[in-house]
């Protein structure tokens, strides 16, 4: 502020002396004395007002520059909140696509095995009664879900229904260690039961006939229990991917890998009406094709007339 009160008052007294040129400009037509005031005060003047007109000049500058940063900064804000608005809206677009898959899977599995169901959402997980995998699903007896039920996703069996409240349930999922479920090889008779070892990743089928042939890649489905409670028949649970055999032992077991991915449930469905028939392996994803070998050809060149 002090500095702003000493320029104005340098440049009243410069405008006051320019008046005064102005004056004496007027009343003498340019005499030798006038003319050399002039051109003397020119030359004091001059240098102050370049220095005015620079400061001047700066200022103004200094406010353009201030504003152009300031727009850029929000231009800066408008593309940031725009930015992250398309994640959103791709996020949720990802997210919609992947449960709609996730339905259409349910669907399928369903309208195959004739069974009758009842869409869920998982909205926890963890530990919970005497269980230490389980899933809380949001429907209930009010949606007509009772205990020993089996519930399933689109690719195979997820657990069964251990306790139910009015709009939620809990569900023992296969890998808890207290899970044991009836099932066999796919496009066999062998029988056995599989059991959860707390791991989500690995289930153990146990064989009741030691000298039955399993190999790694054959497919375990549920045989189902009388009246398909807890677990209705024909649900694929998974792959053998590992065969141990104990000598002296009435049993063989094997490590199966579930076609569920327990860890990463969202979309499930609970069965409330088994099958009037055995779907047996008809919801079993189809086997990979293995591509034959094509067989290597070489081609001799013939001999010519004259080689002959």
């Known amino acids: 502020m002090r500095d702003s009160t000493r320029l104005r ?15 004496l400009e007027l009343r003498s037509s340019g005499t030798g004395f006038t003319k050399s005031i002039r051109t003397i005060s020119f030359n004091i003047i001059s240098p102050f007002q370049k220095s005015a007109r620079s400061f001047t000049d700066s200022v103004q500058n200094f406010g353009s520059t201030w504003r152009e940063i300031r727009i850029a900064r929000e231009k800066v804000k408008d593309l940031e909140s725009e930015n992250l608005d398309l994640k959103e809206k791709l996020a949720n677009t990802d997210e919609n696509r992947r449960r709609a898959a996730e339905l259409d899977a349910l669907l399928k599995i369903a309208g195959l095995g004739t069974y009758e169901i009842v869409p869920a959402r998982v909205i926890a997980i963890g530990a919970g009664q005497d269980y230490s995998w389980t899933v809380s699903i949001d429907v209930g007896s ?10 399933i996703s689109g690719l195979g069996l997820v657990g069964r229904t251990i ?5 939620t349930t809990l569900v023992a999922l296969l890998a808890d260690p207290s899970s044991k479920v009836g099932a066999r090889i796919g496009g066999k008779s062998e029988l056995g039961f599989i059991s959860g070892n707390g791991l989500p990743g690995e ?5 009741f006939d030691p000298l039955s042939e399993i190999n790694e890649g054959d497919r375990i489905v549920t045989w189902g229990s009388e009246g398909g409670r807890p677990f209705v028949s024909g649900v694929p649970i998974g792959e053998v991917i590992g065969v141990k055999s104990s000598p002296g032992l009435l049993s063989k077991t094997a490590k199966v890998k579930p076609f569920v991915k327990l860890s990463t449930l969202d979309l499930v469905s609970v069965i409330v009406e088994a099958p009037r028939i055995d779907p047996r392996d008809s919801l079993l994803p189809p086997m990979p094709v293995i591509p034959t070998p094509t067989p290597a050809i070489t081609v001799s060149p013939s001999p010519s007339p004259s080689q002959k």
């Open 9 to 23: 008052t340098v440049l009243a007294v410069l405008l006051l002396i320019s008046l005064t040129l102005v004056a």
């Open 203 to 207: 289930l153990e089928f146990e064989i």
């Open 163 to 167: 306790s139910v409240a009015d709009s």
């Open 142 to 151: 009010k949606d007509g879900i009772t205990a020993d039920m089996s519930v």
